[in-house]
């Protein structure tokens, strides 16, 4: 079973640069005994981010993984996943599937993470969060809606399966291919989970061009 992740841990940094040559299995990250299906189209790299909207180290995780996110080549998909570990929290990965249905979630979700965190919003009421989508060009009634459709809720059971298959017991992480995974604990801090993972990128991509 993988470690809580809930606490980033420091003064354990790698260097900022790490090629697929040097990492260490159970050292820098963590091998799934059974991959996980991916959700991207074939010949492409998933990296899954698994977050949760009020988890603050996920929230610190933004500024890294963005900048990270922005130099990935073609063949790597990004595919956010809340966890899904009862209470506010799949209260909340509700919300994500319920922005994502609306096709609103790509611009509320820096700001969904800013509400809870600057803002000190709890963003666990249903009408606290249609209101909240009003503002993205839907109205709240939509929003209700989408909050209690079927593949919504259909979205959090799939969601919270992925963990399990996955073993996660926390987060933040991201996890390679549906086989590796990155943790803070694993990558010795926050600020270097994208620099395990862009190794991990680069090794899958290699042992499929074998």
């Known amino acids: 079973m993988l470690k809580t992740l809930m606490v980033a841990l420091a003064g354990l940094g790698l260097s900022a640069a790490v090629s697929a040559q040097e990492l260490v299995e159970d050292q820098h990250y963590e091998a799934l005994d059974e991959p996980v299906e991916t959700q991207v189209d074939e010949g492409q790299i998933e990296v899954l981010e698994v977050f949760w909207f009020g988890c603050p180290h996920c929230y610190r995780l933004q500024s890294h993984v963005n900048?990270?996110?922005?130099?990935?080549?073609d063949d790597v998909t990004v595919?956010?996943?809340?966890?899904t570990m009862g209470g506010d929290w799949n209260?909340?990965?509700?919300?994500f599937y319920a922005a994502q249905a609306l096709g609103i979630e790509d611009d509320l979700h820096a700001d969904f993470f800013d509400a809870i965190h600057q803002d000190e919003r709890s963003m666990t009421d249903s009408d606290d969060i249609a209101a909240f989508f009003a503002n993205y060009g839907v109205s709240e009634e939509e929003a209700q809606e989408a909050l209690s459709a079927f593949n919504v809720r259909s979205n959090v059971n799939q969601a919270n399966g992925r963990m399990r298959d996955m073993r996660l017991m926390g987060v933040p992480a991201l996890v390679i291919d549906g086989r590796y995974v990155v943790t803070p604990s694993s990558a010795g801090s926050l600020e270097n989970m994208p620099n395990i993972a862009d190794a991990l990128v680069d090794q899958v991509r290699e042992a499929r061009d074998e």
């Open 91 to 95: 209260t909340h990965a509700n919300a």
């Open 67 to 73: 900048e990270w996110y922005e130099t990935l080549d």
């Open 79 to 83: 595919v956010k996943m809340p966890a």
